[in-house]
């Protein structure tokens, strides 16, 4: 399983079908996220004694990804993912926290906080046991949807959806 396709289930389960099926064009946003200095945004407000390691390969039995930036502590780690907008949201954490499981494996350290960051700010959070369970939960789930297209409602993302032509549920 893939971050980016938990954070589109997180919006909208059958966005996340579509997502794997039909896979998205780079958008201008998309590319303009890869410019991102990573970098200088975590060095400007994410203080820490321990090493910062920049675009880190996880891979881990729930499937594999690139996280940001990792804070590597001798016993335990934080996870760091930086976006262009500061609305951060339930698909970005849970994004970061699924990237905290694969870098709990990649490491083999607990991962205990994670981070999202703008170029404006960053917020941290606990890696709590109820995210942890929440997430490992939505991967079950996402991969049986995957399957075929699950239900959805209208919601507020249909409006930016790039396949709300093909999906029955962009009408309800
Ligand atoms: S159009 Fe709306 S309901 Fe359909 S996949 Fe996109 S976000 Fe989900």
């Known amino acids: 399983m893939k971050g980016r396709l938990l954070n589109a289930y997180a919006i909208c389960p059958a966005y996340a079908y579509f997502k794997f099926h039909f896979p998205e064009q780079a958008t201008p946003s998309m590319e303009m996220g890869k410019e991102l200095d990573v970098r200088e945004v975590v060095e400007k407000y994410v203080n820490t004694r321990c090493n910062r390691l920049y675009s880190v390969r996880l891979r881990g039995k729930l499937g594999s990804g690139v996280a940001d930036a990792v804070i590597l502590c001798s016993n335990s780690l934080e996870v760091i ?3 262009l907008s500061d609305g951060f949201r339930r698909p970005q954490l849970v994004q970061a926290a ?22 404006n700010r960053c917020v941290k959070k606990k890696f709590t046991a109820s995210l942890r369970q929440s997430v490992i939960g939505m991967v079950e789930s996402l ?9 959805a409602r209208k919601n507020s993302y249909c409006s930016y959806c790039k396949y709300s032509s093909m999906c029955p549920w962009a009408k309800d």
């Open 81 to 83: 993912e930086v976006k």
């Open 98 to 119: 699924f990237y905290c499981l694969l870098a709990e494996d990649t490491f083999n350290k607990t991962c205990t906080r994670l981070w999202l960051c703008s170029p």
């Open 143 to 151: 991969a049986n949807d995957l399957k075929s297209l699950p239900k």
